[in-house]
């Protein structure tokens, strides 16, 4: 099992969300690149939150916290898809991206473009703010335009009933709903706890 882990956007939760997943399947963990925090990068957070015995190095570690494209530019280094290769485990793999499917890693690829490239199937986070539903229907477009399979849209925190309906209704049946409790502050043990309550529905 290899699964990107992709969003709506930028600071939605997709690391929390990664870790609960690498602790439910027991998983290897892949980032494949990180722009800025390289004193406490995803994966040390994943190695800090999960029992994960195998965080994979970066492909691309950038100095700046921006957009990979800006932050490669500052550093004179052009990100190349041919750069990136995935893992070669027989453990499950949880693979990371950075912000949503639009991200620019150079000024014509973009974060759909390594989704595409590494030939996984894709997780989508999403959660609930005052556009969401739009963020939301267009990163489930933008997949389906690119026969990228979606199979779990991550509903991260609580949702209204009518957003949830909307988002959840615009996805295909082949697409199964995880659902992750509201974690403010995450530790290992809440991690954890998650993991054990995740429950994995068909719609």
Same mark, same amino acid.
């Given at each position: 099992?290899?699964?990107?882990?992709?969003?709506?956007?930028?600071? *939605?939760?997709?690391?929390?969300?990664? $870790? %609960?997943?690498?602790?439910?399947?027991?998983?290897?963990?892949?980032? &494949?690149?990180?722009?800025? +925090?390289?004193?406490?990068? !995803?994966? =040390?957070?994943?190695?800090?939150?999960? !029992?994960?015995?195998?965080?994979?190095?970066?492909?691309?570690?950038? /100095?700046?916290?921006?957009? &990979?494209?800006?932050?490669?530019?500052?550093?004179?280094? @052009? *990100?190349?898809?041919?750069?990136?290769?995935? &893992?070669?485990? +027989?453990? &499950?793999? %949880? *693979?990371?991206?950075?912000?949503?499917?639009?991200?620019?890693?150079?000024? =014509?690829?973009?974060?759909?473009?390594?989704?595409?490239?590494?030939?996984?199937? $894709?997780?989508?986070?999403?959660?609930?703010?005052?556009?969401?539903?739009? =963020?939301?229907?267009?990163?489930?477009? $933008?997949?389906? /335009?690119?026969?990228?399979?979606?199979?779990?849209?991550?509903?991260?925190?609580?949702?209204?009933? +009518?957003?949830?309906?909307?988002?959840?209704?615009?996805?295909?049946?082949?697409?199964?709903?995880?659902?992750?409790?509201?974690?403010?502050?995450?530790?290992?043990?809440? *991690?954890?706890?998650?993991? @054990?309550?995740?429950?994995?529905? @068909?719609?």
């Amino acid at each position: 099992m290899k699964l990107f882990i992709t969003g709506i956007g930028t600071e *939605i939760g997709k690391t929390v969300c990664s $870790a %609960i997943l690498v602790q439910y399947f027991k998983a290897e963990y892949w980032k &494949p690149v990180q722009s800025g +925090d390289l004193h406490h990068t !995803d994966s =040390h957070k994943i190695e800090a939150w999960t !029992d994960c015995e195998n965080c994979y190095p970066e492909t691309y570690r950038l /100095q700046l916290a921006a957009s &990979p494209h800006q932050s490669a530019r500052e550093e004179n280094i @052009k *990100i190349s898809l041919d750069e990136f290769h995935l &893992p070669e485990t +027989d453990h &499950p793999l %949880i *693979i990371e991206g950075a912000g949503g499917l639009m991200v620019p890693l150079s000024d =014509h690829t973009f974060m759909i473009d390594l989704i595409e490239k590494l030939h996984l199937p $894709a997780a989508l986070v999403v959660r609930n703010y005052l556009g969401c539903i739009n =963020h939301s229907l267009l990163s489930i477009m $933008a997949l389906q /335009q690119r026969n990228i399979q979606l199979d779990f849209l991550i509903l991260n925190g609580f949702f209204p009933e +009518d957003t949830e309906r909307v988002i959840c209704g615009f996805v295909g049946e082949k697409t199964k709903i995880i659902r992750i409790p509201e974690i403010e502050n995450p530790e290992k043990e809440q *991690i954890k706890t998650a993991a @054990k309550q995740l429950t994995i529905t @068909k719609l």
